[in-house]
C-alpha cells in the first residue's frame, strides 16, 4: 500500500478509523502516572492515537506517509481544547530515523509492513526507547484471515502473531503481549469480531 493508497483512503468524507483513540492504546496510555513525555505515533494517519495522546499532556511526534492524513489529523487538533504538542512529519515509516534513547513512547498502531521491514523497523524502536520506555501496538493477527471482521491487510505475511512479538521483543520486559479475539468499531474500515495481536513492553536495560 502506497502513499496514493493512503492519500485516497485519508481523502474519503468520513474519518478512515474514526475519531475515537485505539481502546488498547487509550487503556495502556492513561494507566502511566506522568504524561510529559516523548511520544512517537509511527503510522499515525489521521492522528486520532496522536490527538488523544497530546490531550494527555504527552510531546507527540507523529509520522505518517501522507500528507493528507497529517493534515486532517492537524485540523482536528485545532478544534481540541487546550494546547496540543503535535509535531506532524510527512515520513516512510520505514526509513524515519528514530535516533537511539529518545523516545519514551512509541506507538505502532494496525502498521502492517511486509516482515523484512517490519523486522528492521522494530530493531530500531527498541534502540530508539529510553530506558523505562515503552513500545505500544496493537495489529490484526494471522487468525484474523478466519473471522468475519474487518479490516487489515488480507495478506497472512503482513499480518503479526503473538509468537512473533515475544521474539522480536524478547529484550524488553513484555508486560502484555497476546491474542485477542474481541469486537472492533473504528470507523468505516475497523469493524467486527476480529483478532488482533497486543503489545505493551518496557526497555528495562
Known amino acids: 500500500m502506497n502513499k496514493e493508497f493512503w492519500d485516497n483512503r485519508y481523502s474519503e468524507r468520513e474519518l478512515a478509523y474514526g475519531a475515537a483513540p485505539n481502546e488498547f492504546v487509550k487503556e495502556s496510555l492513561v494507566s502511566v502516572a506522568q504524561r510529559t513525555f516523548s511520544l512517537l505515533d509511527l503510522g499515525s494517519g489521521q492522528g486520532r492515537n496522536s490527538i488523544f495522546a497530546a490531550s494527555l499532556g504527552y510531546h507527540v511526534t507523529a509520522v505518517d506517509l501522507s500528507q493528507i492524513g497529517l493534515s486532517t489529523m492537524m485540523k482536528s487538533k485545532t478544534t481540541s481544547a487546550g494546547q496540543l504538542s503535535i509535531a506532524p512529519i510527512a515520513h516512510d515509516v520505514t526509513t524515519y530515523d528514530l535516533g537511539e534513547k529518545k523516545w519514551d513512547v ?5 502498521l502492517h509492513l511486509p516482515l523484512a521491514q517490519r523486522t528492521e523497523l522494530f530493531r530500531r524502536v527498541i534502540r530508539g526507547l529510553r530506558f523505562g520506555g515503552k ?21 497472512r505475511d503482513l499480518l503479526i502473531s503473538e509468537e512473533e512479538l515475544r521474539t522480536t521483543f524478547q529484550s524488553l520486559n513484555l508486560e502484555i503481549c497476546r491474542e485477542v479475539s474481541h469486537l472492533i ?13 497486543q503489545l505493551c513492553a518496557r526497555k528495562s536495560s
Open 106 to 110: 512509541v506507538l505502532m498502531v494496525f
Open 135 to 155: 513500545v505500544i501496538m496493537e495489529a490484526y493477527a494471522p487468525r484474523h484471515l478466519e473471522m468475519p471482521g474487518k479490516g487489515g491487510p488480507p495478506v
Open 185 to 197: 468499531d473504528e470507523g468505516p474500515y475497523h469493524q467486527g469480531q476480529s483478532v488482533t495481536t
